[in-house]
């Protein structure tokens, strides 16, 4: 009679085990996955097709084995999808800001220079005519210092909007040089670390004094 009693009671708990199955349709979306990641590694979080997997994972129940994976790819889909949209738009900013050119105003710079006239005969270097004669704008730094480097001394930091602080050179006393370079003698030429920005004439120039101090007078020579 006990054992019969036993009996009753295994068959009376069995039935309320319930069993939890893999889900077919986390099956479907892994594979999906897999195939765009290999054939595109991180555009493939930006592929269309990649929704096709997300509507997938969202379908897989709550209570499947797969579960808890498929929360994880999905979290995964979503958060390369937000990172790689969001790189993608600081490029696109960064290259529309490198597009716009630099302004010469602020303050240190007062007023924007002029618009720049036709250009003259001597600063248009012909086909095979040699170096040029003189810096101009878009000329590499490095140009600008094997060219013209013994006539141009550092003048100090200016403000350009946009840009930021940019160095400045001014031509040196140098009969030389002035008679080289006539139309550069009363302007400065602005430069970055790679590239020449433009000439700008000094009377535009509007400079922050750094020491309000005046420098004391030498001693009398009979002191």
Do not use: W
């Amino acid at each position: 009679m006990p054992t019969r009693s036993l009996a009753v009671v295994l068959l009376l708990v069995l039935p309320g085990c319930a069993r939890r199955e893999p889900s077919p349709e986390f099956t479907r979306a892994s594979e999906r996955f897999n195939k765009l990641y290999a054939k595109e590694l991180d555009d493939a979080y930006l592929d269309p097709a990649m929704h096709e997997v997300e509507a997938l994972l969202e379908k897989v129940p709550a209570d499947s084995l797969d579960a808890q994976a498929a929360a994880q790819l999905l979290a995964r889909i979503r958060d390369n999808r937000t990172r790689l949209e969001q790189a993608s738009s600081q490029q696109e900013k960064a290259l529309a800001e490198a597009r716009t050119p630099p302004k010469f105003s602020g303050q240190s710079v007062s007023p924007p220079p002029a618009p720049p006239g036709p250009p003259r005969p001597q600063s248009v270097a012909a086909p095979d005519a040699g170096p040029p004669s003189a810096p101009s704008a878009g000329m590499s730094t490095r140009d600008f210092g094997r060219l013209f480097g013994d006539c141009f001394e550092p003048a100090g930091p200016v403000e350009v909007t946009g840009k930021g602080t940019r160095d400045s050179y001014a031509m040196v006393d140098s009969y030389r040089c002035r008679n080289a370079m006539p139309g550069l003698v009363n302007s400065v030429v602005l430069a970055d670390s790679q590239t020449v920005l433009g000439v700008v004439p000094k009377a535009a120039l509007q400079r922050t004094a750094v020491d309000g101090g005046a420098s004391p007078a030498p001693p009398d020579a009979g002191s």
